[in-house]
Nanobody, 128 residues
Framework: QVQLVESGGRLVQAGGSLRLSCAAS????????MAWFRHPPGKAREFVAA???????????SYSDAVKGRFTISRHNAENTVYLEMNSLKPEDSSVYYC??????????????????WGQGTQVTVSS
């Protein structure tokens, strides 16, 4: 069965950095599009970043406007792991962050309904 396990979330001061990890198992990781979403208190689940599989070893990155220029998504296929490097963190970045995986290459990477599997989340808290 498919499992996605996030790690790396913690309390950090505004302006600081974190790297989140998502370890995947039970799927052919190389052929899955991977993404990060977050669910802040009082808001709907929102897109953060994605790497859409374009066939072969090609992946297309995308980011929400809120994190563009501050966050970087990457993947290490040999380790079945996707990362989210977060820099210049702001209090409004505080949220539970979720890892997601999609089988299809034909998808809108920012769409919450596009993904087939989800992790349980990791808490990120940014203090002012």
């Amino acid at each position: 069965q498919v499992q996605l396990v996030e790690s790396g979330g913690r309390l950090v001061q505004a302006g600081g950095s974190l790297r989140l990890s998502c370890a995947a198992s039970g799927l052919t990781f190389r052929t899955f599009s991977m993404a990060w979403f977050r669910h802040p208190p009082g808001k709907a689940r929102e897109f953060v970043a994605a790497l859409k599989w374009g066939g072969s070893n090609i992946y297309y990155p995308s980011y929400s406007d809120a994190v563009k220029g501050r966050f970087t998504i990457s993947r290490h296929n040999a380790e079945n792991t996707v990362y989210l490097e977060m820099n210049s963190l702001k209090p409004e970045d505080s949220s539970v962050y979720y890892c997601a995986a999609a089988r299809s290459r034909e998808l809108d990477p920012s769409g919450v309904g596009e993904y087939d599997y989800w992790g349980q989340g990791t808490q990120v808290t940014v203090s002012s």
